[in-house]
């Protein structure tokens, strides 16, 4: 079995509102599945009970065939899996650079007791992460702003940069919370490139989009879903053509 | 001259705690009350073992250090595991029991305080070596604390306090930072009262009771939360206060009560007026790479 | 020692003793739910009202109706201050949680020592006499005051739980403790809802400090220490319910009063606090609403 994120059963109710019901899917390799559906279905809720924000009532999920099951926000992290999230959530006191320096897996500078015993290494450490970063700001063009304040980068390129933060985690899982929601242009062909390339590089990605054409262009399958559950999945242009998800998404 | 003296070693120890109190409640942003009881524990700790064991000083005030270091896990295991709100119940709670606890032990003196607490330090030398000393733990604190925060770890505490969910989504374990840096502030106030216990050889509940907090708040929130010399600044300014009423020759029980409310009114005096205090936060060390 | 007859005595002024810590709870627990604010200048606002009416009796000599009622003014034009120059300011800049704290807690603070100045630190009781009339009633002596305490606590109770029922006003105060942003929405004035649930509040707090303080004796920082009693039981009660501190506190209250039979008074202080610890230890249920004001 080579998928990567296997999610099998997975239920989650806030009060009365089911937002995540009997939900399986699998995500492989080099795949980039696409997650669509109307506002309010649950795909970003997803998102949280896969990462671990928020925790699921009933489920089975796996990273590799590893049970998450019971692991907090931080190991699943660890375990390799990364995400974006909507509202970006960048930090916003600090610059490009450092907010992708704290962000790989394995950050040296989180111990006290490696800080104040193994000075040495957490440096190396941090001197490696940072040519990572500037290997990642480099394939996105964004090396020069690698010491600015995020809050003075105009929006696309704080998208950017808030993937190129995610992109930190050299895990096998990669969650995109709408990517291309608000950036156009230039911005939006290289967010298109870099996620292309990770999933080349082996990565299971799975995107959140309402951006039909970032879909078609990129996905290689995808899954409806709609009030917690998985209406239809498979091919993208079976799933765009079929009228019953038009009526649901566009209402018409 | 032993006045100056005990003016200068009281300057030491207020900067270790407010420096302390700063790194706990400044830099990590943990709401907390608890910083007298830390103070008190280091105190009664390295007190208690001169007293039965003949413990020297020094040894004396690291285990008060290690004494108040792990207590802080007893506060901050249980309500850091639920959320960082939950911290400051928890140290209020924690700080009026154990005092409780303190006042009403025979072990520790019960009301009446710890007194006779034999240093081997005696003479005219008494003066000047405690000076040295506490304000040597002043300097050093500061200096700890600094290289703390411009480091690596501190860049991820900026990033904790700029957005937690975010910082943990990434793989840092915040609780964990939290619960280390409330130990090492904790720890850092017991070697204040480890000096204070050997120097002033006699210790009182009253000396440690939730007012005290006031004190250490105004030196914090005056002096400028989040940054290096804040709490210095507040430190000696706490100190300069007093020695200002006192040439009002008021009778002593006017005295404390006028002292706190010229400090609680100075902390809501900037609390509005000047909110980062006298000495705003400095900017972290930047990061060296090769694209410069 | 397990005499039913003791029992039952304790039972009984366990729970008219408890009468002055639901109305603190009460308090605190409203302005949390309805402001998601961590009142901590609640012991200001209870030092304020008892040296108020303490002033009022036996400074002025002013008749205990007219003292109570300079009580209510004095607390209420400090509390409104406190949250018209103080509160709202802080909201508006969107101050963190520990700002609010230290806010709060230094305001009682201030409050402590302005009043030790002013009435130093002796202890003084409402009344010059605390010992009121005693009957009893089957086997339990029953004394006016613990009729005042019982009949005042359950009519302001029954009150509040009425108007907030039933009254258009409570209906806004109920909306804006849900969602303060979707009730402003809709045309409800979150401020002013504020402002009535602090009056609230100090309606409260005057009433229990009138019914501990003619009883015992105060000294100002005595409500610190009331009023983290007041803290544990909102917590233990759950965060958003009013009712539930105000059982609690009920509870707690009967707690320390049962545990004479077992441990030596010197540590009754005591029980509070592993009772706060084993709250936090084994009902996590998590501060969600947190301690920034709506």
Redo the contacts between chains.
């Keep these: 079995m080579s998928a990567v994120l296997h999610l099998e059963g997975v239920f989650k109710h806030f009060g009365g509102i089911v937002v995540a019901d009997d939900i399986t899917l699998e995500i492989e390799r080099g795949q980039i599945l696409g997650l669509i559906g109307p506002n309010g279905a649950g795909k970003t809720s997803l998102f949280n009970i896969v990462?671990g924000?928020v925790p699921a009532d009933a489920g089975d999920i796996r990273v590799n065939g590893v049970s998450i099951a019971g692991k907090?926000?931080?190991e699943r992290?660890?375990m390799g899996i990364a995400?974006t999230?909507q509202n970006m959530?960048?930090?916003?006191?600090?610059?490009v650079?450092?907010?992708m320096?704290?962000?790989?897996?394995?950050?040296?500078?989180?111990s006290?007791v490696r800080?104040c015993f193994r000075p040495g290494a957490?440096r190396r450490a941090?001197?490696q992460a940072?040519?990572q970063a500037?290997a990642i700001l480099e394939r996105m063009q964004l090396?020069?702003l690698?010491?600015n304040a995020v809050t003075d980068l105009p929006y696309g390129q704080q998208k950017l940069v808030g993937l190129a933060?995610a992109l930190?985690?050299d895990g096998p899982c990669l969650l995109l919370d709408e990517p291309m929601a608000g950036v156009e242009g230039h911005a939006y062909e290289t967010m298109k490139a870099v996620v292309r390339q990770e999933a080349q590089a082996g990565r299971a990605v799975c995107v959140v989009e309402h951006n039909i054409s970032f879909i078609k262009d990129l996905c290689t399958s995808a899954v409806f879903m709609s009030a917690g559950r998985i209406l239809e999945r498979g091919q993208i242009a079976d799933l765009l053509a079929s009228k019953t998800l038009a009526e649901l998404y566009f209402g018409t | 001259m032993e006045y100056v003296y005990s003016i200068l070693i009281l300057v030491g120890i207020y900067v270790v705690l407010a420096s302390s109190f700063n790194l706990i409640i400044g830099t990590a942003g943990l709401v907390s009350i608890a910083h007298p009881i830390f103070f008190a524990l280091g105190a009664y700790t390295s007190g208690l073992l001169a007293i039965h064991f003949g413990l020297n000083p020094i040894a004396g005030t690291l285990a008060g250090a290690a004494v108040a270091g792990v207590f802080s896990l007893m506060i901050s295991l249980p309500s850091l595991r639920v959320s960082g709100d939950y911290l400051l119940i928890t140290s209020i709670g924690f700080q009026l029991g154990l005092l409780q606890v303190i006042k009403n032990l025979e072990l520790t003196g019960s009301q009446g305080g710890l007194s006779n607490i034999p240093t081997p330090i005696a003479g005219p030398e008494r003066g000047w070596i405690f000076s040295l000393v506490a304000l040597a733990a002043g300097a050093a604190t500061v200096l700890l604390i600094r290289w703390i925060v411009r480091g690596p770890y501190g860049r991820a505490i900026s990033a904790m306090r700029d957005d937690e969910l975010a910082f943990v989504a990434l793989g840092r374990d915040a609780t964990r930072i939290k619960i280390v840096i409330f130990a090492v502030g904790s720890a850092l106030a017991g070697i204040a009262g480890g000096i204070y216990a050997f120097y002033f050889q006699y210790l009182s509940p009253e000396q440690f009771e939730i007012l005290a907090s006031g004190t250490m708040l105004t030196m914090v929130v005056v002096g400028g939360m989040g940054s290096t010399w804040g709490p210095v600044v507040g430190a000696v300014l706490l100190l300069a206060l007093p020695q200002a009423i006192t040439f009002l020759r008021l009778p002593l029980s006017y005295m404390a009560p006028l002292q706190g409310m010229i400090f609680t009114l100075l902390v809501i005096l900037f609390l509005f007026l000047r909110p980062q205090g006298l000495v705003a936060p400095e900017a972290p060390a930047p990061l060296r790479h090769k694209k410069q | 020692m397990f005499d039913p007859a003791v029992l039952a005595q304790i039972l009984w002024t366990g729970l008219a003793t408890s009468s002055y810590m639901v109305l603190f709870t009460i308090a605190f627990s409203l302005v949390l739910k309805v402001m998601k604010l961590w009142n901590f200048a609640q012991a200001g606002m209870m030092a304020i009202a008892f040296y108020a009416m303490y002033a009022a009796v036996n400074r002025f000599a002013w008749p205990t109706a007219a003292a109570v009622v300079f009580g209510l003014a004095v607390t209420l034009a400090a509390t409104l201050a406190f949250e018209i120059w103080g509160l709202r300011t802080l909201r508006a800049r969107r101050s963190s949680s520990l700002l609010f704290f230290i806010f709060t807690l230094v305001c009682s603070e201030f409050a402590a020592y302005v009043l030790t100045l002013v009435f130093g630190t002796e202890p003084v009781t409402l009344f010059p006499e605390i010992l009121s009339p005693v009957r009893v009633i089957g086997q339990i002596a029953v004394s006016d005051w613990d009729l005042l305490g019982v009949g005042v606590t359950l009519a302001l109770g029954i009150a509040l739980a009425l108007y907030l029922r039933f009254s258009r006003d409570g209906q806004f105060v109920l909306a804006v403790s849900d969602n303060a942003e979707l009730a402003e929405l809709y045309g409800i004035d979150a401020k002013r809802v504020y402002l009535v649930a602090f009056s609230i509040a100090t309606v409260f707090v005057c009433a229990g400090m009138y019914l501990y303080g003619s009883r015992t004796a105060v000294i100002p920082t005595a409500p610190l220490q009331l009023m983290l009693f007041a803290v544990i039981a909102t917590l233990l009660g759950g965060m958003g319910s009013v009712l539930g501190g105000a059982l609690a506190a009920v509870g707690l209250s009967l707690l320390q009063s049962y545990s004479v039979l077992f441990i030596p008074s010197q540590w009754q202080g005591l029980i509070l606090y592993v009772f706060l610890f084993v709250t936090i230890l084994f009902f996590p249920g998590g501060v969600r609403r947190g301690f920034k004001a709506a």
Excluded at chain 1, 89 to 95: D, K
């Design positions: 990462t924000v907090g926000i931080h992290a660890r995400r999230w959530r960048l930090f916003r006191t600090m610059t650079l450092e907010n320096v704290v962000a790989p897996r394995e950050y040296a500078g989180e006290m800080l957490v941090d001197e940072c040519e500037l090396e020069r690698a010491d933060r930190m985690n």
